[in-house]
């Protein structure tokens, strides 16, 4: 069965802007985690959405937001662009939240450039 | 709150050369501990996980951890690494935050092996 699809897989932006990055998860998966990934500081989560409820939440600011759809697809939203939020973001889903099955499965994520 | 802590951050071996990175959690309660691997160009996935029982868990391609609960740790071995294992490994644990399991990354260490 098809993986884990995160659009788009590269894009640039300047400060200021926003981006929306999109997560379909496997077809059945209703779990779906977003992480932000830089050398040096490996995935720093962001947030777990499931039945389109955010169930977790890290620590990052209110300019990163993000939601999940009726058909478990997700997006997420980061607002007021700064140089420091160039990275790799994966979504990651799971059947049901992943941390009680033991296994999520990746997008090859979405690399941002900030310029 | 929990944490994850991979020492190694970049690690050289040559073929055949046996291989131990470690991961040490901080967490009060019980968890789930996994290694993750990313190779180059392909996204994150499952190595090896431990839930409960024997300690000493083995995974895909030859990999194997032994979780020893005394010392935090949930350490990756493998007996002789090939080329192919070239990589980045990530440790993850998962405890209850905001009353969800939760899972957190360590920084990643990453892996050349030497033909």
């Known amino acids: 069965k098809a993986g884990v699809t995160q659009t788009p897989r590269y894009l640039i932006k300047t400060r200021g802007q926003q981006v929306t990055l999109s997560c379909s998860p496997i077809s059945g998966h209703r779990s779906v985690s977003w992480y932000q990934q830089t050398p040096g500081q490996g995935l720093q989560f962001l947030f777990e959405?499931?039945?389109?409820?955010?169930?977790n939440k890290g620590n990052f600011p209110g300019r990163f937001s993000g939601r999940q759809f009726s058909n478990s697809r997700s997006e997420m939203n980061v607002s007021t662009l700064e140089l420091g939020d160039s990275a790799l973001y994966l979504c990651?889903?799971?059947?049901?939240?992943?941390?009680?099955?033991?296994?999520?499965?990746f997008g090859e994520g979405s690399r941002l450039t900030v310029l | 709150a929990q944490s994850v802590s991979q020492h190694n951050h970049h690690v050289i071996l040559s073929e055949a050369a046996s291989l131990e990175l470690g991961c040490n959690y901080s967490?009060?309660?019980?968890?789930?501990l996994f290694w993750y691997v990313q190779y180059p160009g392909q996204h994150l996935q499952l190595l090896l996980k431990y839930f409960s029982g024997d300690p000493l868990v083995k995974g895909i391609k030859g990999f194997e951890a032994e979780f020893i609960k005394s010392k935090f740790s949930f350490n990756l071995r493998k007996p002789s690494v090939q080329w192919s294992d070239t990589a980045e490994y990530f440790c993850a644990v998962t405890g209850l935050s905001g009353g969800y399991q939760k899972v957190t990354f360590g920084t990643g260490t990453k892996l050349q092996v030497i033909p």
């Open positions: 959405y499931f039945s389109e409820t955010q169930r």
């Open positions: 990651a889903s799971s059947l049901v939240p992943g941390a009680n099955t033991g296994e999520l499965f």
């Open positions: 967490y009060g309660g019980t968890v789930n």
